[in-house]
């Protein structure tokens, strides 16, 4: 569903948070990042995507497909198998946007 977030947990439970504005998105990044670290894996489902959401722990560097960054606290991955950082994920644009700005540089 376009502009409404899902976010479940892997012991159950979920809370669901808009997505329509900038605003949104900013808060939906924090809320994901806050629940990423205290649960370690996440699950959400916005835009009619699905992702799932891992904590960034381990030796490996992971580069986010999406604007080159390291995934330092999170990782997002797609069904296509990439890792994108949360603001490409979910941030202020849709992910598809993002990522082609990023492209076209």
Do not use: N
Not at 92 to 100: G, I, M, N, S
Request: net charge neutral; aromatic share 6%; hydrophobic share 35%.
């Amino acid at each position: 569903m376009k502009g409404v977030a899902h976010i479940s947990f892997a012991e159950g439970g979920g809370v669901v948070l808009p997505a329509r504005s900038a605003y949104d998105r900013d808060l939906l990044v924090e809320h994901i990042a806050g629940s990423v670290r205290s649960k370690g894996c996440v699950r959400v489902a916005v835009d009619d995507r699905s992702w799932s959401v891992l904590r960034g722990d381990g030796p490996s560097r992971t580069m986010c497909d999406g604007c080159g960054y390291e995934l330092l606290a999170a990782c997002c991955s797609a069904s296509d198998g990439a890792a994108y950082c949360l603001r490409c994920a979910f941030g202020q644009q849709p992910h598809d946007a993002h990522v082609e700005r990023h492209v076209m540089r």
